[in-house]
């Protein structure tokens, strides 16, 4: 018998961020030449695109948060500020041809699987097809917006930290953030120095964790440029001191490791605030790293000044000249920012997606997103995600994350562009077994320790 011609596949990626960047390049150095990558924006970079506010930064050292092949010896510190990220990751999509293969401004909006191709409808009506599907659109990219009565009564500017208003003035201005996640305080490091007044909204405190990030010198810089093996370096201690320190730590409340984290933040929130009620107001009921880490070089500091103000009493409304809360106090603003988050369950969605017999995500995911391995749907052949459902979204590097997830998706393309198989998807019992396991297992994790955690 005459062996089987290779299979031809086009292949559509659905977003231009880091793990569609990541997506194109592999693809074409595994023979994938006829790909498509649907961007929604103008341009490529993700959350890191959308994502300007003051004081954005990487929580992972940049050096691990760099693509294996790709390193970047010009990161001016060890935690890299949003706008080196994505200028690496512009830099990247050029330097390895994934840009011509990118349509820019062009929205998937469905996804249909009809006899035995993905049928994609884009927001301005044209059509397109792929043989396979891979869902690239990132996790933290739909902002969730709280429901503020009166919101649209404020006087002053206001909007989310992911759609920041970069003409509205910051300087001697009266400032207010609602949110305490990550974003809320690297806002709160940046602003509190520029702020005339600066008030900080908190519905839950969060446990934060002191770090260093300390700059690279121009020598160092050139070292690394000119002995790559320094970089190699840092990325295995960094890599090793997430996974000992923090990977292996999370999956058991139990463990040294966990203890050993929760005694950091604990001596970071009893060093660093003075004042004994404002520590208190400060401390979470719940054990650290039930909600994701917040690192900080310097929170605690500046919410003491003495312009800063911690509000914990609930909102009651927004008024034309600020915030009214619960209390009756009314905390009066020209500039108020909503850094309340993403909504993490959306992943390919808004996008609709129809699998098998008109099987709709929406559907199967009505209780809530789940996929085998994180990659593959029941239901839903030759259609793949990176970072999906209970994908491992901690504080680690998740280019390291889709990078094993993508090896592992090329091998089930090659299967397919062998002819060996035509249609791959979990099956039901393979998906079921693993969410089983997924859910006793963490059962142990320090995220069922009684908090409330995307």
């Avoid at 490529?44 to 959308?50: A, D, F, M």
């Avoid at 690496?88 to 699987?113: D, K």
């Avoid at 994701?292 to 103000?309: I, N």
């Avoid at 909504?343 to 997103?369: I, M, N, Q, S, Y």
Wanted: proline share 6%.
């Amino acid at each position: 018998m005459l062996p089987r011609p290779p299979r031809a596949l086009r292949v559509v990626v659905i977003g231009a961020g880091m793990a569609g960047i990541l997506a194109g390049i592999r693809l074409a150095e595994a023979g994938f030449s006829d790909y498509v990558i649907f961007e929604k924006s103008a341009r490529v970079g993700g959350t890191w695109r959308e994502n300007t506010y003051p004081g954005i930064a990487c929580d992972v050292p940049a050096h691990l948060y760099t693509y294996s092949f790709a390193p970047n010896p010009d990161w001016s510190q060890t935690f890299a500020p949003g706008a080196e990220i994505q200028a690496y990751f512009e830099r990247v999509a050029s330097q390895y041809q994934v840009m011509p293969h990118i349509r820019f401004n062009a929205e998937i909006t469905r996804c249909e699987f009809v006899q035995g191709r993905w049928q994609l409808t884009l927001a301005d009506g044209t059509r397109a097809v792929g043989d396979v599907v891979i869902g690239a659109s990132g996790v933290l990219h739909h902002p969730n917006m709280p429901e503020l009565a009166g919101l649209a009564d404020f006087a002053g500017a206001s909007f989310h930290s992911a759609q920041w208003n970069h003409q509205v003035p910051l300087d001697a201005q009266r400032v207010g953030v609602i949110g305490t996640g990550s974003t809320a305080i690297q806002i709160t490091s940046a602003l509190v120095p520029r702020a005339a007044h600066y008030t900080l909204f908190q519905r839950t405190p969060q446990w934060v964790m002191a770090i260093e990030n300390p700059l690279y010198s121009p020598a160092q810089r050139a070292e690394f440029a000119r002995d790559p093996e320094q970089i190699a370096a840092i990325r295995a201690a960094a890599n090793t001191l997430m996974v000992d320190f923090v990977s292996n730590a999370v999956i058991d409340a139990d463990s040294p490791g966990m203890k050993s984290i929760e005694r950091r933040c604990q001596q970071n929130l009893e060093h660093s605030v003075a004042d004994p009620i404002l520590r208190e107001r400060l401390r979470p009921n719940y054990r650290a790293a039930c909600k994701r880490l917040v690192f900080s070089t310097d929170f605690y500091a500046k919410l003491q000044q003495p312009h800063a103000a911690l509000v914990t009493s609930g909102i009651e409304r927004m008024e034309a000249r600020g915030v009214r809360t619960a209390d009756g106090v009314l905390h009066e603003l020209d500039v108020l920012v909503l850094a309340t988050g993403f909504r993490a369950d959306r992943f390919v969605r808004p996008t609709r997606v129809l699998g098998r017999e008109g099987l709709d995500l929406d559907t199967v995911w009505a209780e809530r997103p789940t996929a085998y391995l994180s990659l593959s749907v029941p239901g839903f052949p030759n259609f793949f995600l990176l970072n999906g459902p209970n994908g491992p979204v901690g504080n680690f590097s998740l280019i390291r994350i889709a990078e094993l997830q993508l090896d592992y998706v090329l091998q089930l393309l090659a299967q397919l562009r062998a002819g060996t198989y035509r249609e791959i998807s979990a099956s039901a019992a393979a998906a079921s077994a693993f969410e089983a396991a997924r859910i006793e297992a963490a059962k142990k994790s320090i995220w069922a320790t009684g908090c409330k955690s995307w």
